[in-house]
Structures are given as structure tokens and as C-alpha cells.
T-cell receptor, first 115, second 114 residues
């Protein structure tokens, strides 16, 4: 069965620390990969996505993610976090050639950044 | 450009009742998907609507049903509510139904079943 695993449920960092959130997926076919973010009191927003091409993807607000096909991973990184990055982060995957768009989400990682 | 909107924002129902949640898709988007997000979990796919028909479904029983209207807005109906149906229900719209499209989410409707 298709699944997405996010290794850290809660992460606490100080401002300016580096961030890496792990994401592994299990799926037999070719996939599209996403990171969504949910800031406190706001709706899910797309942070970045990978469909094809360069496996290092840059998103909004200085975030990037690297697709490593051999490891079935799509880890999210940011070199220096800010207090405003406090949010919940979700990794998601869908089938690239699927007839319909079923996103499979991980359980999420709650990030708290202290000033 | 108007984003995805959902109504109501919050709802309280009792077990056995029926509920209807509404979603307006983002301008220009013809495909709507619904997700259930239980507390502490990621969203789970319920179904997707395209051209007023259900064109994909997740692991949810038939008491979860939906509609899509000619203006691409959508409804999610849940019959015979159970306590476990308490969750945040998210609507997402996209330009087309295929797997290569990005989904844009609304703010959600929080349902509490007592």
C-alpha cells in the first residue's frame, strides 16, 4: 500500500538553526512529491513540489527539498530558520500518471522555532 | 483571484445525524477533492469530483457522498454520523483531475460529533 512516513513528529529549534525534516514514501510507480505547510490558524499552503527534472527543488521562503529516488526520500531543508517558520509541515505524494489526483500525506511534523 | 473557500467553518452534530459541507473552488479550477484530517494526523483522501462526477475514491464508506455543480463548487455529505467522523474536512481544487496537477486547499470545516 502507498504510504508516506515523516520521521519527526515534533521538532524544536532556535532561530538561525538549520532544519532538515525527513520524508520517505512507499509507492511502486512514478510519483510527484510535495511539501505543504500549515501556519497556526491558516490553511494548508504549498511550499514546494517535485514533478521531474532537477532533484533539488527550491520553494518559497528559502525552503528546498531533495528527491533521492534510490532512498525513496524527499527531505525538506532550510539553512537558517526564523520564528515565523513555526508551523506544521506535511509531506505528500501522488501517482504521476494517475487518472485522478489522490494525495497521500504523512502524519506531519510540528516545528516550533524559539527566538 | 479567489482562493478555495469552505463553509461552514465549524459545526457540531450528534451521532446519527447527517451533515453537508460546502466548497467553492479556486477561479478556473474544474476539479475538487475532499480530505479528512483527524487530530494529529495528515489529511486522508475521501474522493475527487470532475465534470460533476466522482472520478476517484479513497477508503471511506458509502455514507460519505458528494456532489459537484456546473460552477465546479462541491458538497460533501456524511450520513449516519459517528463519533470518529469528528475531524477537519478539507477541500482542495486543481486545474484538472490528473496526478500531475497541484492541489490548492481551503481553510477547512471543523466537525465535532457528540
Amino acid at each position: 500500500a502507498q504510504s508516506v512516513s515523516q520521521h519527526n513528529h515534533h521538532v524544536i529549534l532556535s532561530e538561525a538553526a538549520s532544519l532538515e525534516l525527513g520524508c520517505n514514501y512507499s509507492y511502486g510507480g512514478t510519483v510527484n512529491l510535495f511539501w505543504y505547510v500549515q501556519y497556526p490558524g491558516q490553511h494548508l499552503q504549498l511550499l514546494l513540489k517535485y514533478f521531474s527534472g532537477d532533484p533539488l527543488v527550491k520553494g518559497i521562503k528559502g525552503f528546498e527539498a531533495e528527491f533521492i529516488k534510490s532512498k525513496f526520500s524527499f527531505n525538506l531543508r532550510k539553512p537558517s530558520v526564523q520564528w515565523s517558520d513555526t508551523a506544521e509541515y506535511f509531506c505528500a505524494v501522488n501517482a504521476r500518471n494517475g487518472g485522478y489526483n489522490k494525495l497521500i500525506f504523512g502524519a506531519g511534523t510540528r516545528l516550533a522555532v524559539h527566538p | 483571484e479567489t482562493g478555495v473557500t469552505q463553509s461552514p467553518t465549524h459545526l457540531i452534530k450528534t451521532r446519527g445525524q447527517q451533515v453537508t459541507l460546502r466548497c467553492s473552488s479556486q477561479s478556473g479550477h474544474n476539479t475538487v477533492s475532499w480530505y479528512q484530517q483527524a487530530l494529529g494526523q495528515g489529511p486522508q483522501f475521501i474522493f475527487q469530483y470532475y465534470r460533476e462526477e466522482e472520478n476517484g475514491r479513497g477508503n471511506f464508506p458509502p455514507r460519505f457522498s458528494g456532489l459537484q455543480f456546473p460552477n465546479y463548487s462541491s458538497e460533501l455529505n456524511v450520513n449516519a454520523l459517528e463519533l470518529d467522523d469528528s475531524a477537519l474536512y478539507l477541500c482542495a481544487s486543481s486545474l484538472a483531475p490528473g496526478g500531475g496537477e497541484t492541489q490548492y486547499f481551503g481553510p477547512g470545516t471543523r466537525l465535532l460529533v457528540l
